[in-house]
């Protein structure tokens, strides 16, 4: 069994979503919400299929969603047991810092209301990589959270090790151009890793440039392997056994 840990699995990405999660049949998938439309697909898809699993949450790109009657929504949503996180939620100053202070507003808010329902968080962090950190260490002491599709630094993960933190490590891993998260990899200890894939985005190689889907967690797994130097096997056991953990699923290996 492979658990990919942040996937999106929207109706505009895939024609033949019913074969990509068929792929992943005998696997399980966390399915991430970022805004209020994939929110309802995720609920829609915990429901239909029983290894699919869902957090829900505002991506920073999206501010405006963050509506009090959205935030009551994901609230009452999240007494289903298959919603397990709040997530994505986090920063994103890709494209500049204009809304900056409503990006954080509503970070704080979302770390709030994962404490309030015990939840753990998934975050994102893009050109935000300090400031995310600063907010996190002081917001979200105790909880469980990891960062999504991680991009810092090896020198940083250090640090957001001593706060119990989590690293999503998903295709770029494999990318020739990925030295970056390589040497994270190499460094972070494998309990403290989660694989994932991000589907439909950064397809590992040998698929880089295509679609990605969940089942290529397949490919991440290996080179996770091949950094570290250990049995394939292992890696998935122990990433499995590191997801179960985080996300409290109600799976027995």
Request: charged share 25%.
């Amino acid at each position: 069994m492979m658990i990919d840990t942040h996937c999106h699995l929207s109706k505009d990405d895939y024609s033949n979503l019913e074969e990509i999660i068929h792929h992943m049949d005998g696997n399980i998938m966390i399915v991430s919400g970022a805004d209020m439309k994939m929110n309802y697909e995720v609920v829609e898809l915990c429901q239909k299929y029983s290894n699919i699993y869902g957090t829900l949450g505002i991506h920073p790109e999206n501010p405006e969603e963050y509506t009090l009657e959205n935030k009551n929504w994901i609230k009452e949503q999240a007494k289903n047991p298959k919603i397990i996180g709040i997530g994505e939620i986090g920063l994103d100053y890709h494209y500049g810092k204009e809304n900056r202070e409503k990006q954080i507003e509503i970070f704080l808010d979302q770390i709030e209301l994962a404490k309030s329902l015990n939840l753990p968080i998934i975050i994102h962090s893009r050109d935000a990589d300090q400031e995310t950190f600063d907010l996190l260490k002081e917001h979200a002491k105790g909880m469980k959270f990891h960062l999504h599709c991680y991009s810092g630094s090896a020198e940083l993960a250090k640090e957001y090790l001593k706060l119990g933190a989590k690293f999503g490590i998903g295709g770029v891993v494999t990318f020739k151009n990925g030295r970056r998260l390589q040497e994270v990899v190499k460094e972070v200890p494998l309990t403290s890793l989660l694989l994932e894939t991000d589907s439909p985005y950064l397809s590992p190689e040998p698929f880089r440039g295509h679609q990605n889907e969940p089942y290529n967690i397949l490919y991440v797994a290996k080179k996770i392997a091949e950094i570290k130097e250990i049995p394939f096997e292992k890696v998935i056991e122990q990433t499995n056994q590191n997801s179960i953990s985080q996300f409290d699923l109600p799976i027995h290996l």
